[in-house]
Every structure is written in structure tokens, then in C-alpha cells.
């Protein structure tokens, strides 16, 4: 079992629509967890990041953690064209020396908004 | 202020050989991050290093190394090229070392081609 499991998509919504983004993991030593949005040709670039189970906002983006079930989302209200790219989920451990540099990645999955 | 900048954008080389890559981190920034993305793996964890010392490690063969400068840049040097070590190379900046490293910022990667 892989570490940390996205949903494979491809994902394609209409505009204006709400994206649900999920990721499972199974090390509950996890305690960091990002949102990274890749174009095409491009480096992943951060979305957001949360180490606490709740929500957290940020414009039309909400990022949720639930530690209990090791499961995270991210949301996107009123999607637009330039959503479309891939989007990947990312999570790091704290560990004694707090070298958590070392992200873990799920294998991303591709939002297509239609106009 | 000027992003993770990555040289070369695009490489070709043959079975056998050895390449080097570099990355020129974010002004202020002093760690920085290699990974590499492929289509089965997605995105793997190479190493980091700060103020010139790996820090972190993940699990690739000793054919993958990589140095930091007293300027914080650093290069990825990867020896007798195989087949699948196509990929594309990431680097990523952090302005923190350990806790607050999981904020990071990508380049856009250079491509590397193995025939």
C-alpha cells in the first residue's frame, strides 16, 4: 500500500461547478499536509498548506484534514477555466531533528473546467 | 523576487553517461530540494540540503547525488544513466531548514531524455 493514495481522474467539470480533490494516507505520523497546482510545463507551485484537522479557507479554495480517518480534501468553489491543471496532494512527518523537508506525494489528478 | 530558476530546461543523453543539473534557489532561501516526477512514480523525494550539508534522503541509488554551494545553489549529478531515470527533475527552495520546511517552492524542472 502506497503511503498516500489520490484519486487517479481525470476529473473534467463544468464551469462554475464545486471540485472535490480527496487523498487517503496511511502513515499517521503525517502531520503536515499541502496542496500543490501544476500547469502544463510547470513546476508544482503551493496552493496551501494546514498541520491541524479542521478546514482551512483561503479565497475559493478550503483545504480539510481529518487525522482520525487520514483523509484530506481540497475544494474549489466556482471553478473557472483556469483551474484546469493538475492538482497534487503533499504531507510530511515531524520527526525529532524536525527535518520534515521530505514531502510525500500522491500521483496528482488532472481538473479539466469546461467553459 | 525571481523564482527557483533550473539549467537546463531540456537534456538528451545516452545510456551510460552523466549529467549534472542545477538550481538557483529563491534570493534568501537556503535549502533546497531534488525530486523527480515520472508518469508511473509521480513525485518522488531525492534529497535536501542546507547550508552545504544533506540533510534528508530518500531512497534512490548512490548514482543520484547532489552538492550545495556557499550561495546556496546547488546541482544534482546523476552517473551511469539508465533508461528510467527519465524523468523530470525538480528542485525546490524552502527559506527554512527542518520544522516550516514543507513550504516549498518549485522550479519548473528540467527534462531529461535517456536513449
Known amino acids: 500500500q502506497k503511503e498516500v493514495e489520490q484519486d487517479p481522474g481525470p476529473l473534467s467539470v463544468p464551469e462554475g461547478a464545486i471540485v472535490s480533490l480527496n487523498c487517503t494516507y496511511s502513515n499517521s505520523a503525517f502531520q503536515y499536509f499541502m496542496w500543490y497546482r501544476q500547469y502544463s510545463r510547470k513546476g508544482p507551485e503551493l496552493l496551501m498548506y494546514t498541520y491541524s484537522s479542521g478546514n482551512k479557507e483561503d479565497g475559493r479554495f478550503t483545504a480539510q484534514v481529518d487525522k482520525s480517518s487520514k483523509y484530506i480534501s481540497l475544494f474549489i468553489r466556482d471553478s473557472q477555466p483556469s483551474d484546469s491543471a493538475t492538482y497534487l496532494c503533499?504531507?510530511?512527518?515531524?520527526?525529532?531533528?524536525?527535518?520534515?523537508?521530505?514531502?510525500?506525494f500522491g500521483k496528482g489528478i488532472t481538473l479539466s473546467v469546461r467553459p | 523576487k525571481a523564482g527557483v530558476t533550473q539549467t537546463p530546461r531540456y537534456l538528451i543523453k545516452t545510456r551510460g553517461q552523466q549529467v549534472t543539473l542545477s538550481c538557483s534557489p529563491i534570493?534568501?532561501?537556503?535549502?533546497v530540494s531534488w525530486y523527480q516526477q515520472t508518469p508511473g512514480q509521480g513525485l518522488q523525494f531525492l534529497f535536501e540540503y542546507f547550508s552545504e550539508t544533506q540533510r534528508n534522503k530518500g531512497n534512490f541509488p548512490g548514482r543520484f547525488s547532489g552538492r550545495q554551494f556557499s550561495n546556496s545553489r546547488s546541482e544534482m549529478n546523476v552517473s551511469t544513466l539508465e533508461l528510467g531515470d527519465s524523468a523530470l527533475y525538480l528542485c525546490a527552495s524552502s527559506p527554512r531548514s527542518g520544522v516550516g520546511s514543507y513550504e516549498q517552492y518549485f522550479g519548473p524542472g528540467t527534462r531529461l531524455t535517456v536513449t
Open positions: 503533499a504531507m510530511t512527518a515531524y520527526s525529532d531533528t524536525g527535518a520534515n523537508s521530505k514531502l510525500t
Open positions: 534570493s534568501g532561501h537556503r535549502s
